[in-house]
């Protein structure tokens, strides 16, 4: 996900949602939801949806009730449920403070799995976005991260419970509709409606369950090992929405060859309302409306959205703390779509551009990238989570080295592929692949505030040909980490290079010189997160 203000400053998002905790929902003990099959009814005159799920679920302990979460109706706002079925039988239920609380006739057997159908009808308070486009044309989209889904879904709404999904859209006739996964169905009925139905069968967060319905124009951009990547932009950006959305094409073959096989069957990318720059819905990521202009400028953004298709939907985060898992790790994976296309050098300017930032924001808020003093789940779209959480990645990659960095990035995805994790899980992959303990590295940069800053002052002995060189860490928390440096003499030549190991407030070295040290420049390669 990337921010609506530009592609590198993060929003922090101020709709009111429900109160959740970053860590915890409380269906997740009791039930599994296996599949929903939404069933939906748009209409022109009114912004009223009328829904029904049928929700299939699996109680991982003997009961006889459950909850789904729903927002209920607020100042004409929010849905009403009408009806509660299972085994065409109608069932208790109460709904208040946006729980669906559902009583079933007789105790269900742990590992049981049943189906339940929701009759429900409402105006979204948010999640689904019933707006105008920038030309004036009424659109549907859905927006559901963090944890908006149950604006206008019943669900588990929580990235740690998957479950398949379909999608059936009954709408004017004048909309096209895309959705997760395959279209199996796109049918004209009477009075002007077309029913189309999306369904997906890998497992998904309800964080990228989503359906976007509006006029659209829409072209197959390319194919990458038998996956159609096509463009979805509003008729009225036809042209520079073409051009711009093509850039997927390649970006979606370096990740499928580079990372793993692509997880869906289908990559759609779509012009529409989302309120962040990009939104990376499960094989049909939405951008904000005025991403496109022809002029191909977006490829950062369509990188870092496509990375979320492999690390964010399809392995996720088990909790929003460790939302860096997701966020970092779209970030770093578009660093490195860079390095192979643009060179080593780019990516090091662009790890420079990133610890400015990161080191900007703990100026003004000092805070482990796993903070679980949050209990706003928006606030976890920050700097931490993209930018340092990207650093990590970097450095990790510098301890460990390459072959083993890689073979780590690609064994993380491979075993939490449809499932989530937490940094521990990170960790013990990595640890694996490398044959060396990480904890010391986890714990500092993960879970401890801030990074190294550091001051360098050095003596020039010319008669003995000697540098003395002091290495100071002086914010609170020690880090341990190796230290690059290279001494320049007048022409800016390389006359020293050493790399230190830091663990200390403060260390000596001495070293023989030739020449003398005009200059001393600390990381060259940009290696190490400090300021």
Known sequence: MKSLTTVFLLLFVTTVLTAQSPAYNPQINSIDVQHYRFSLTLKDETNRIEGQAEITLRFKQAGNSFALDLTNTKAGKGMEVSTVNYNN????????NDRLSITLPNTIPAGATITVSVQYAGVPVDGLV?????????????????NRAHHWLP????????????FIVT?????????????????????????????????????????????????????????QVSSWVFPDNRAEGFADYSQAVEVLEWFHKNIAPYPYRKLANVQSKTRYGGMENASNIFYFENSVNGKKER????????????????????????????????????????EAKYGAASLAERMRKDRF???????????????TTVTDINTVLNTNSYQ??????????????????????????????GSNALTSDLQKVMEEASGKSLSTFFKQWVFQAGQPEIQTPYRYDGGEKIIALTVKQVQKNLFSFPLDIQFLDENKKVILEKTLSISKAQEEFA???????????????????FK
Not at 136 to 141: M, N, Q, W, Y
Not at 155 to 166: F, I, M, Q, R
Not at 359 to 371: G, S
Not at 512 to 521: A, L, N, S, T
């Open 511 to 529: 070293f023989p010189i030739q020449g003398y040290p005009k200059d001393i420049k600390l990381d060259p390669n940009a290696y190490l997160l």
């Open 89 to 96: 039988a109608a069932l208790k239920f109460s709904h208040s």
């Open 171 to 227: 709408a004017p006739d004048h909309y096209q509709v895309i959705g997760n996964g395959i279209q199996i169905e796109e049918t004209n009925l009477d009075g002007g409606l077309r029913r189309t139905h999306w369904k997906e069968t890998v497992l998904l967060p309800t964080k990228v369950m989503v359906i976007g319905v509006a006029p659209f124009a829409v072209q197959l951009a390319g194919e990458v090992q038998g996956i």
């Open 388 to 417: 340092k959480g990207s650093w990590v990645l970097h450095m990790l990659r510098h301890e460990i080295g390459d072959a083993a960095f890689w073979k780590g990035y690609r064994a993380y995805y491979q075993k939490y592929q």
């Open 155 to 166: 669900t588990v709404d929580h990235p740690s419970d998957k479950a398949s999904v379909e």
């Open 357 to 371: 930032t990161v080191v900007r924001y703990a100026e003004r808020k000092l805070a482990p990238i796993v903070d």
């Open 299 to 338: 490829e950062d953004l369509i990188a870092h959205e496509i990375a979320h298709q492999w690390f964010g939907n399809s392995a996720s985060e088990a909790n929003w703390y460790h939302v860096w898992l997701s966020e970092g790790f779209a970030t770093y994976s578009t660093h490195l779509y860079h």
């Open 130 to 146: 019933i707006d105008a486009n920038k030309f004036g044309d009424r659109t549907f989209f859905g927006d559901n991260w963090p």
